[in-house]
C-alpha cells in the first residue's frame, strides 16, 4: 500500500482503509508521512527496534530513526533505554488527548495575539462562499449575533444542520421565522409552509437557503444534491442590500400565510387578524435599519443633516 511516499509492506490485521485513514488522520495533525507510518506500525507491533520498523515499513534505517526521535519528542513513542531500545507505542488516546491539549493552548494563545489587532475590512461587499463549510460557519455565525428577527428559507436537506442554531437564538427571545418545504417542528421557531413545495422541490433538486438576520445581513446558498457542492452561495453584511431582502421575506411569508388562510377558507376576520400580527416582521430589522440610518446621517452631515437625523430618529423608534 502507498500512502505518498509511504511504502507499507507488513501485515496489519488493519484494513487498507483504516490504515490508510489514521495515516492521513495524524499527518492532518502534523504528523509526517513517515512519522504517521512508524506509529501507526508500533501500535499494532510493540515493541519493537526502529531497524525492525524500518525493515517492515520499506523505508531507510536512518530516515526511520530520525521519525522515531520525532514521535517520542511528541510523546507518541517511548523508548527503552537499554541496549536494545526497543520502541513502544504510546496508547493512541493518550497521544489523541495531548495533541488536543497542545492545539487547545496553541488557540487560546493565537486567539488572545489576534485578538490585539485592529480589524479591517468592508463587509459592505458581497461574498461569495464556496464550501458548505464555509456557509454553514458563515450561516451560525450570523443567526448567533442576531438580536431581534431571523427570517429564513431552507430546504429540508439544511434543516437538520441549522436548526440548533435557530432553537438557541429563539430561547434569546430572537424572532425566528421558518418558510420551509416538508413538516417540520422547531422549538421556539414559527414554521410557514411552502404552499406549492413539491413542485419547487422538484425543480430544484439539491438544498436551497436563504438566511437574512435583523435586515443587517443574509446569507444565499445553493447546495447539491450530495451535500459537498456549492453550486452559488454569498453573503452580505451590507444593511443597504439586506433590509429590501428582509422585506421581500417578509412580505413572501407574509403571501404563503395568506394563501393557506384561502385554502381553509378563513373568515375575513381570521384573515385580517392573522396579516396584522405578522405585518410586524418586516419592520423588525432594527439592527439594519439603524445601521443604514447611521450611514445617512454621516453623509448628509454640513448640509441638512440636522433634519436628517430627526426623521430618520423618528423612523428608528417605530421599529
Known amino acids: 500500500m502507498i500512502?505518498?511516499?509511504?511504502?507499507v509492506v507488513y501485515t496489519t490485521s488493519m484494513s487498507q482503509n483504516d490504515l490508510k485513514s489514521s495515516i492521513r488522520g495524524l499527518t492532518?495533525?502534523?504528523?509526517?508521512?513517515?512519522?504517521?507510518?512508524?506509529?501507526?506500525?508500533?501500535v499494532e507491533n510493540s515493541p519493537a527496534t526502529a531497524y525492525r520498523v524500518a525493515q517492515e515499513i520499506g523505508k531507510p534505517?536512518?530516515?526511520?530513526?530520525?521519525?522515531?526521535k520525532a514521535l517520542?519528542?511528541?510523546g507518541a513513542v517511548l523508548i527503552d533505554e537499554t541496549q536494545n531500545r526497543l520502541c513502544q507505542a504510546v496508547a493512541p488516546d493518550e497521544v489523541m488527548d495531548a495533541l488536543r491539549t497542545v492545539f487547545l493552548d496553541r488557540h487560546r494563545k493565537t486567539t488572545d495575539a489576534l485578538a490585539r489587532l485592529k480589524p479591517s475590512g468592508d463587509y459592505e461587499k458581497i461574498?461569495?462562499?464556496t464550501t458548505p463549510e464555509q456557509v454553514f460557519d458563515r450561516c451560525r455565525r450570523s443567526i448567533e449575533q442576531a438580536v431581534s428577527i431571523i427570517l429564513v428559507d431552507a430546504y429540508p436537506g439544511v434543516i437538520k444542520t441549522i436548526k440548533p442554531w435557530l432553537e438557541e437564538a429563539g430561547s434569546r427571545g430572537v424572532t425566528v421565522v421558518l418558510q420551509a418545504y416538508k413538516p417540520v417542528s422547531i422549538w421556539g421557531v414559527e414554521v410557514i409552509e411552502y404552499q406549492n413545495s413539491a413542485e419547487m422541490l422538484e425543480r430544484w433538486r439539491g438544498d436551497w437557503l436563504i438566511v437574512v438576520v435583523d435586515g443587517a445581513e443574509y446569507l444565499f446558498a445553493f447546495i447539491g444534491e450530495d451535500g459537498r457542492t456549492v453550486h452559488n452561495a454569498i453573503w452580505c453584511g451590507s444593511a443597504f442590500m439586506a433590509l429590501p431582502q428582509h422585506s421581500n421575506l417578509a412580505l413572501s411569508f407574509r403571501a404563503s400565510i395568506l394563501e393557506d388562510l384561502l385554502k381553509r377558507d378563513a373568515s375575513r376576520k381570521k384573515i385580517e387578524k392573522e396579516l396584522k400580527r405578522v405585518a410586524k416582521w418586516e419592520t423588525m430589522g432594527r439592527r439594519g435599519y439603524e445601521k443604514l440610518a447611521?450611514?445617512?446621517i454621516n453623509s448628509d452631515k454640513g448640509d441638512g443633516g440636522d433634519k436628517?437625523?430627526?426623521?430618520?430618529?423618528?423612523?428608528i423608534s417605530e421599529y
Open 294 to 296: 447611521g450611514t445617512v
Open 3 to 7: 500512502f505518498s511516499d509511504i511504502l
Open 308 to 315: 436628517t437625523e430627526a426623521k430618520l430618529s423618528e423612523n
Open 72 to 74: 517520542h519528542q511528541k
Open 127 to 129: 461574498f461569495s462562499l
Open 28 to 42: 492532518d495533525l502534523g504528523f509526517t508521512d513517515l512519522e504517521a507510518a512508524v506509529y501507526s506500525y508500533l
Open 61 to 68: 534505517v536512518a530516515n526511520t530513526y530520525k521519525a522515531v
